[in-house]
């Protein structure tokens, strides 16, 4: 079993930066892929980032390309989204997600765990 707690986000400005993070407990989070989704009122859940359990291979959403980065530092059990040049359509709750494999997901379904998500708010 593995429990995620999201924290980073917060109220910016378009062009800024924000940097969250999602710590992990139990000892699966080495050996599982993680990701990053968002969800805006109204819309499905996306995802943003995905990244393999060694972080050798990454995958992002194409809106997010160039401005966003995902990595992982399995001796803390964390895994970080890097945002930058934020926009407003990038406001939305984020969402830490784990899955019991080695490989990445790229939807919502293929993820086991959650974290209770994180608001972002980009203001123009």
């Known amino acids: 079993q593995v429990q995620l707690v999201e924290s980073g986000g917060g109220l910016v400005q378009a062009g800024d930066s924000l940097r969250l993070s999602c710590t992990a407990s139990?000892?699966?989070?080495?050996?599982?892929?993680m990701g990053w989704f968002r969800q805006a009122p109204g819309k499905e859940r996306e995802i943003v980032a995905a990244i393999s359990w060694r972080g050798a291979f990454t995958y992002y959403g194409d809106s997010v390309k160039g401005r966003f980065t995902i990595s992982r530092d399995n001796a803390k059990n964390t895994v970080y989204l890097q945002m930058n040049s934020l926009k407003p359509e990038d406001t939305a709750t984020y969402y830490c997600a784990g899955r019991p494999t080695t490989m990445v997901g790229t939807t919502a379904s293929k993820y086991r765990y959650w974290g209770q998500g994180t608001q972002v708010t980009v203001s123009s």
């Open positions: 139990g000892r699966a989070f080495s050996s599982s892929a």
